[in-house]
């Protein structure tokens, strides 16, 4: 039985058939009434999940907004760092995501043993962690940051302040240029951002030479080099909106292009290219595309795969939430 549940855990049903005759939509919205539910979706999942969604954000945004509904249940569709930093949040409220294999090639490059290891390298230094972290490596951090106010928190530290900065060293880097602060970077990247390639971009700048190049700060220095505007998912979101600009080529996971386009039908959204060896024409993370609405449907039917964090790590991951989330007022 013990070795039946852990597989069940493991899966969390993902695999398991839907009958063809399941209106897939309509099932969705009467469990996620039935069990007082609440639908967070990242930016980067496909825009079907994205259109049936309670709230739809980035992932700190999203555990914010869960943490104060008056939901049962909190459904979380982006990866499993996401569906971990809203139990931190909310340790009360039973989180599932649609499949417990949706990981992050960012998190994933920081496993805490190794990062413990790397921190006892360098005594007085304070620990900024990027939100995009498992929660073990909040639990080791001090302060954490997102890509919207990592220079703000930054700005605000005394200069003398030796800072490790983790996990992802092109917003370190960034983060680094912009303040004129030394930090120590883990060496960390997000597959996606860093999977852009030059050479195409400049050749689509070519073909549309009106267009504002916009980027994320996780994109690689070269990247970052040709853009318009560097800023957070939900900072390109608005800057799209607000910009009089009608053409605009976006360095970041396509999957925003869906609500920018919504936001904004008149304008041309291009993605940035990502590299000769991908056989796709944008930047897609394979992880965030493993939600979909079979798998979203046997979440909220189940109530698996369920995110657990440890008190202990929960504790300490959620004390350096909240100082961020001081810090940023």
Avoid at 310 to 326: F, G, N, T, Y
């Amino acid at each position: 039985m013990e070795a039946l549940l852990e597989e069940v855990q493991r899966v969390g049903y993902v695999n398991k058939p839907v009958a063809s005759d399941v209106d897939l939509i309509a099932e969705i919205n009467r469990l996620k009434r039935e069990k007082n539910a609440v639908i967070l979706a990242h930016y980067y999942v496909d825009g079907d999940i994205q259109d049936l969604a309670d709230y739809i954000g980035d992932s700190l945004g999203l555990s914010q907004q869960a943490a104060s509904t008056e939901a049962d249940m909190i459904v979380f569709c982006g990866v499993h760092f996401m569906g971990e930093t809203a139990k931190i949040l909310s340790p009360h409220k039973k989180v599932v995501i649609p499949d417990l294999n949706a990981g992050c090639s960012l998190a994933d490059s920081a496993p805490a043993d190794k990062f413990a290891a790397f921190k006892a390298q360098y005594p007085g230094h304070l620990v900024l962690s990027y939100i995009n972290c498992s929660a073990e490596i909040k639990a080791l951090s001090d302060i954490i940051v997102t890509s919207s106010n990592a220079l703000k928190i930054v700005e605000s530290l005394p200069r003398d302040q030796k800072i490790i900065f983790a996990p992802d060293a092109n917003l370190g880097r960034f983060v680094m240029n912009k303040t004129g602060r030394d930090m120590v970077l883990w060496d960390g990247a997000c597959i996606v951002h860093i999977d852009i390639s030059l050479e195409k971009l400049q050749r689509l700048q070519v073909e549309n030479p009106d267009a504002e190049f916009i980027a994320h700060p996780e994109c690689q220095e070269h990247i970052l080099s040709q853009a318009d505007y560097v800023g957070s998912t939900t900072a390109l979101l608005k800057y799209v909106v607000d910009s009089p600009n009608q053409t605009f080529i976006v360095g970041t996971e396509a999957g925003i292009l869906h609500k920018m386009r919504q936001a904004v039908p008149h304008k041309k959204i291009i993605p940035a290219p990502a590299s000769q060896n991908n056989t796709c024409a944008c930047s897609e993370c394979p992880y965030m595309k493993m939600n979909t609405l079979e798998k979203l449907y046997n979440c909220m039917l189940y109530e698996q795969p369920e995110i657990f964090v440890p008190e202990d790590v929960r504790v300490k991951a959620e004390a350096s939430v909240i100082r961020m989330l001081e810090m940023s007022k």
